[in-house]
């Protein structure tokens, strides 16, 4: 399995927002398993995504992103309250991906959610005024929104990425993780996960920074380089969109860290998404951290997120310590349509393989390997466009009344 090429990242900013503070739904457990001990949810992998689903009124199915570094449940289409009728409490900002550009959202209160075979919660949600996302675009499936802390955050969280499942156990009736799970801390603010690792400079000086658990970071690790004296940019990275999130496109390089030591855990020339942030708009007093571990990493590991005890319990899949690659074309794609079966480029990386082939950013791609993008999906395009150095790649593209037929040959970009 090629990781995937895109670094997709959702997050969103709410510095001065605390939505459950005088709301009686969350000031008592309700209990969301059938048996008073656990309960296991399903879930699918988009583009390196928890995808899970979800139900509004009873009837209303969805799909959500899990996402631990959400602390609040978030759905992106407000078009689907409307038409239930529901009464809007309050309107808030919020900030996008870059931390900068304010968004608006209005609380719902008192909505009941279910996530089969869980039972159902009644609980507070964010609605987006308008849907400022692409994510269903860069994934090419639809996500109507995002399952945060406030629903799972009462409970030890396990994640087994291998068998596709999440488990909530209740804390009182939970043993002790199997003995061959490592025990670690994290530090839990608003509900969100933070652990301290080590992190090896550009100048090989060892750092110990904080880092935001978040399984809603479709990549493996992300620095804020102008979070400390010592973060620098490497010698060899690209510039281009670390991926979407709410407010759109999020801008930064990428490139590869020396070593980074995770639960014991040694990730050498690990691959690495770098962004400044905007010290005007982000007080780094109440930031919390220096970068994100995002899914792409933490899937290598079995977890429970003991929320009530602040703990993480880990272990390793086989290969845990398997390189990271990247995209070998230079080219970022996404799906458009009704149906999310037209696929256009939006970036071509200058320099790259793509970008000497003469790909440009509008192009509409028609087949790949002479097989009909009508027979393949946005996660296999990628795929193909991911494989090994040196493999040539055949693409037929549209270009407003014109059609062309170019070559290219797979490389490493950095």
């Known amino acids: 399995m090629?990781?995937?090429?895109?670094?997709?990242?959702?997050?969103?900013?709410?510095?001065?927002?605390?939505?459950?503070?005088?709301?009686?739904?969350?000031?008592?457990?309700?209990?969301?398993?059938?048996?008073?001990?656990?309960?296991?949810?399903?879930?699918?992998?988009?583009?390196?995504?928890?995808?899970?689903r979800g139900r509004f009124f009873g009837t209303v199915d969805l799909n959500f992103i899990f996402d631990t570094g959400a602390e609040h449940t978030i759905l992106f289409e407000k078009l689907l309250t409307d038409l239930m009728g529901?009464?809007?409490?309050?309107?808030?900002?919020?900030?996008?991906?870059?931390?900068?550009?304010?968004?608006?959202?209005?609380?719902?209160?008192?909505?009941?959610?279910?996530?089969?075979?869980?039972?159902?919660?009644?609980?507070?949600?964010?609605?987006?005024?308008?849907?400022?996302?692409?994510?269903?675009?860069?994934?090419?499936?639809?996500?109507?929104?995002?399952?945060?802390?406030?629903?799972?955050?009462?409970?030890?969280?396990?994640?087994?990425?291998?068998?596709?499942?999440?488990?909530?156990?209740?804390?009182?009736?939970?043993?002790?993780?199997?003995?061959?799970?490592?025990?670690?801390?994290?530090?839990?603010?608003?509900r969100k996960p933070y652990i301290n690792a080590e992190y090896v400079t550009s100048s090989r000086d060892t750092l110990k920074l904080d880092f935001l658990m978040d399984t809603g970071a479709a990549l493996p690790l992300l620095v804020h380089t102008n979070t400390h004296d010592e973060l620098s940019l490497p010698e060899n990275v690209i510039v281009g969109n670390l991926g979407s999130g709410l407010g759109g496109y999020l801008v930064g390089y990428i490139g590869r860290s020396n070593m980074f030591e995770l639960w014991d855990?040694?990730?050498?020339?690990?691959?690495?998404?770098?962004?400044?942030?905007?010290?005007?708009?982000?007080?780094?007093?109440?930031?919390?951290?220096?970068?994100?571990?995002?899914?792409?990493?933490?899937?290598?590991?079995h977890l429970f997120i003991n929320y009530p005890r602040s703990e993480v319990y880990v272990r390793p899949y086989r290969r845990v310590d398997r390189p990271f690659n990247f995209d070998r074309s230079g080219i970022n794609t996404i799906a458009a349509g009704l149906r999310l079966n037209n696929y256009y480029i939006v970036q071509v990386i200058e320099g790259s393989p793509a970008h000497e082939a003469g790909l440009i950013r509008g192009d509409r791609i028609l087949a790949i390997q002479r097989m009909p993008v009508s027979l393949l999906n946005l996660e296999r395009i990628n795929n193909k466009l991911s494989r090994r150095e040196g493999r040539n790649i055949r693409m037929r593209i549209e270009r407003g009344e014109q059609v062309k037929v170019v070559s290219f040959e797979l490389r490493e970009l950095f």
Do not use: C
């Not at 398993?33 to 899970?52: A, C, L, W």
């Not at 009941?112 to 675009?137: C, F, G, W």
């Not at 942030?277 to 951290?289: K, T």
């Open 265 to 301: 855990q040694r990730f050498p020339n690990i691959l690495t998404s770098y962004q400044d942030l905007d010290s005007m708009a982000v007080d780094f007093q109440f930031l919390n951290r220096q970068g994100i571990i995002g899914n792409q990493l933490l899937s290598r590991f």
């Open 86 to 190: 529901v009464e809007y409490d309050r309107r808030i900002p919020l900030y996008g991906s870059d931390l900068t550009e304010e968004l608006y959202a209005l609380i719902v209160r008192n909505i009941n959610l279910e996530v089969p075979p869980a039972r159902k919660k009644k609980m507070s949600i964010l609605v987006l005024e308008e849907d400022y996302t692409m994510i269903r675009q860069f994934l090419g499936v639809d996500i109507h929104g995002i399952l945060g802390a406030s629903y799972f955050g009462e409970y030890i969280v396990e994640i087994n990425y291998r068998r596709n499942y999440i488990e909530l156990h209740r804390l009182e009736h939970f043993d002790q993780a199997r003995r061959d799970f490592d025990v670690f801390p994290i530090q839990l603010i608003n």
């Open 2 to 52: 090629f990781l995937k090429r895109k670094l997709l990242l959702v997050f969103l900013y709410l510095p001065f927002f605390w939505l459950a503070a005088n709301d009686d739904v969350h000031s008592q457990i309700q209990d969301i398993t059938h048996n008073g001990v656990s309960v296991r949810i399903p879930f699918v992998q988009h583009g390196d995504f928890i995808v899970v």
